[in-house]
């Protein structure tokens, strides 16, 4: 495992219960967290993930670097061998996705991409009722995922359309079927440096509009910590996807609070949810050496092309079409 920060958390809880997978080896920059991690694991540290995958035999590595390194490490580890799991987004720019993806094909390993969402049941059954035509023609989808300002400081790294919006251009794409031909965005910042705020409208190839909004603008007194939203507008229905639901809700002195997420659930000593599926699928790939149908890197790296327009737009004013 190459980083292990914020979300290496949760990957590291899905190893302990996954079968028949063994933490070898990780690698991280902070000598503090590499040291704890490779004890409590039994485990090798290295400050260098390339002395890592140089010394180490390894069946595969988990990317977990920040959004701007996940390419070197991914291509390191893909000559050497490895199938790689690397989390959203693939990276950066197409021609660093299309490096990755030509060499996994090379080297005749897997790569995988962390589109998560694709696990959520909520968002499966959405996708079953478009494709099985009970909303007749789709016309608009409109997502919005806005997350805590408490981790802008920790994430403004990176434009947020490829840590927030990402997973949307990925859930529009993966529900219409249907490829991004033409966007527009308006991007702002509280700060004067990064946006911490992007609106865009994405025309799809099959008519279909679709509009994302991603801000890192929930307060810390708000009752949640995330707001995301997802409407998906037919001829003949309409699904409403809220998150969190209304389904779990604590009253106290401090107000009221949500806390529900499917993202992780613990029962006792066992975790469930759909990070845990993810993880899970792509360990029985890697055992079975078959590609995923669900989390294509082609899929990765076309939100990642989306992802490049919109931020252009952003920063242009100007529409900006994909060439097909
Ligand atoms: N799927 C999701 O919903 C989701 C949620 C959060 C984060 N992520 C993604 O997961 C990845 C990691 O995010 P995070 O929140 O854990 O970030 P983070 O900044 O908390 O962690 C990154 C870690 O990588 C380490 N690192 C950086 N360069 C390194 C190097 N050269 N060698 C070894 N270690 C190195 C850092 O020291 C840090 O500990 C990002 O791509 C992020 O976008 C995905």
Not at 155 to 159: G, L, S, V
């Given at each position: 495992m190459i980083g292990l920060g914020r979300f290496s958390h949760f990957h590291l809880k899905c190893l302990r219960q996954l079968a028949n997978v063994k933490l070898v080896a990780v690698a991280e920059l902070s000598e503090t967290t590499r040291l704890e991690t490779a004890e409590e694991w039994g485990c090798a540290g290295y400050a260098s993930w390339q002395e890592m995958i140089d010394t180490e035999r390894l069946d595969v590595v988990i990317v977990l670097t920040p959004e701007m390194h996940h390419a070197e490490p991914t291509l390191a580890a893909l000559q050497a061998g490895c199938h790689v799991f690397v989390e959203k987004p693939i990276a950066l720019t197409e021609q660093d996705a299309e490096r990755m993806i030509e060499t996994a094909k090379q080297n005749n390993r897997l790569l995988m991409v962390g589109h998560v969402l694709r696990f959520d049941p909520r968002m499966l059954a959405a996708r079953q009722a478009v494709q099985q035509g009970e909303l007749g023609k789709v016309r608009s989808i409109y997502s919005r995922r806005n997350n805590p300002s408490r981790y802008f400081s920790l994430?403004?790294?990176?434009?947020l359309m490829y840590i927030l919006g990402i997973h949307d251009i990925d859930l529009q794409r993966w529900m219409t079927g249907a490829e991004v031909v033409e966007v527009f965005a308006r991007s702002s910042s509280s700060t004067g440096n990064g946006p911490d705020l992007i609106w865009a409208m994405l025309t799809f190839s099959d008519g279909t509009i679709g509009v994302i909004e991603n801000n890192w603008l929930i307060s810390k007194q708000s009752p949640a910590e995330m707001d995301v939203r997802m409407e998906i507008v037919g001829e003949e229905g309409i699904i409403h996807f809220q998150d969190p639901d209304q389904s779990l809700v604590f009253w106290n002195g401090h107000g009221v609070t949500h806390r529900a997420s499917y993202i992780w659930n613990e029962a006792y000593d066992s975790y469930a949810g759909y990070i845990f599926e993810e993880m899970k699928h792509f360990y029985q790939c890697v055992r079975d050496n078959t590609p995923s149908p669900i989390l294509l890197p082609e899929d990765a790296k076309e939100a990642v092309r989306v992802a490049e327009a919109i931020i252009l737009s952003s920063q242009t004013g100007q529409p900006v079409r994909l060439a097909p």
């Open positions: 994430y403004e790294r990176t434009n």
